[in-house]
């Protein structure tokens, strides 16, 4: 019997050895799934607000580089006044009329200086950079660039504009989880 107590107080000690020897262990990092990878999602974690827009009607002179009709003049102050107060920090455009022309009533109203102006064919670089900046920002482009844009930002497809489209107003947004929204709005003067 005496034997049989003392094997019993052996594995009992040997356990609670073990016992406080796994206790003192460090607790392994805590694995939290946050979904696909995605380079879209795991960009800066700052706030993230682009307002994307195709440039306003245009006229219809002949030339490459046409001025805003005067309804495109309307949309542009118009748009101007929709996003007076959301803190633009950066309006990128591209160079052509037609699309400063959109912008600067907006840049006026933010009372900021210049525009940035980026290539249509390099949508992917400015997708990046503004994903990796953060902040507040316009982006105005063409028809064939804003849905192609708004797509590169939330990493799935958006919907394409026409030819006849001018009143969509893309709103992309960085959410607290880091998940990338878009929302589409009509706007105008119309």
């Given at each position: ?11 009992v ?12 262990l ?59 107060g ?17 912008a ?50 939330i ?36």
């Amino acid at each position: 019997m005496a034997y049989r107590k003392s094997k019993i107080l052996i594995l009992v000690s040997a356990f609670l050895l073990v016992a406080g020897c796994v206790g003192n262990l460090p607790t392994p990092p805590q694995r939290i799934d946050l979904g696909a990878p995605s380079s879209k999602t795991a960009q800066a974690q700052s706030a993230l607000k682009v307002y994307l827009v195709r440039h306003a009607e245009k006229e219809v002179d002949g030339t490459s580089d046409p001025a805003l009709t005067q309804g495109g003049l309307e949309r542009a102050v118009a748009l101007a006044a929709i996003l007076d107060g959301a803190s633009i920090s950066h309006i990128y455009t591209t160079d052509y009329k037609r699309t400063r022309e959109t912008a600067l009533p907006t840049l006026q109203r933010a009372g900021l200086e210049n525009f940035t102006f980026y290539e249509g064919n390099d949508l992917a670089a400015l997708a990046d950079k503004i994903l990796n900046d953060g902040g507040t920002k316009l982006v105005v482009g063409h028809s064939n660039t804003t849905g192609e844009l708004a797509t590169l930002l939330i990493g799935r497809d958006a919907p394409l504009l026409t030819e006849e489209d001018y009143d969509r107003l893309y709103i992309v947004t960085r959410e607290p989880d880091q998940s990338l929204t878009l929302s589409i709005v009509r706007f105008g003067p119309f």
